[in-house]
């Protein structure tokens, strides 16, 4: 093996160290199946294997969420037209947290900001989830869902200001003080830093 094969090797094993998760959680949204949504990444690896470098040189990332998107797009097109299977659904991923306590009290958290992120629409959903799970800039986000930038703005705000009017309702009608106003996922995405009693 040659030292530019051994190199380019290396840097496929620490892009998919890096790139890996993020990709299968953003395939498994679009697909809502986890065989579909590993071979969905594993497609996209396979291409940025063929693919030049110059070609994802400075944008890697948005690059990779951009494949995997027209990959899923490609793959429920084409079961659109075959018959529908058994699916088999991830609901959470592998946790490192030590604490049950704590992950279990996460986890309600976090199913509670799921089912209000599902009254959404798709399209306001794929960008939170892209700017929030996975971190991207709207410029990221509009590259890899083809919107324009400025339209991006308008979902996220949108999307943010739904949530909010979710979480400021559930406070109001909770029958205590522990509820899904005082995620600190929802606090993170209306900017408060503290939560209101």
Known sequence: ???????SADWI????????????????????DVERARDVVQET?????????????????????RVCRQRAIDQRRKEQ????????????????????AVRLEQL??????LR??????MNQQEVVRLKFQAGLSYREISYITGLSVSNVGFLLHTALARLREHATADEATAPN?????????????????????
């Open 1 to 7: 093996m040659s030292d530019e094969s051994r190199a």
């Open 13 to 32: 094993r620490a892009v998919l160290e890096e790139h890996e998760a993020p990709l299968l959680r953003y395939a498994l949204r679009l697909t809502g």
């Open 45 to 65: 690896f396979l291409r940025l294997c063929r693919a030049e470098p110059a070609t994802v040189d400075g944008h890697l990332g948005p690059w990779l969420f």
């Open 81 to 100: 037209r075959m018959p529908a299977t058994v699916s088999q659904t991830l609901h959470e991923c592998v946790s490192t947290e030590p604490n049950p």
């Open 108 to 113: 309600d958290e976090n199913h509670a900001l």
């Open 116 to 121: 209000v992120l599902a009254t959404l629409p």
């Open 177 to 197: 003080e522990e509820n899904i106003g005082d995620s600190p996922h929802l606090l993170k995405l209306s900017g408060n830093s503290e939560p209101t009693k």
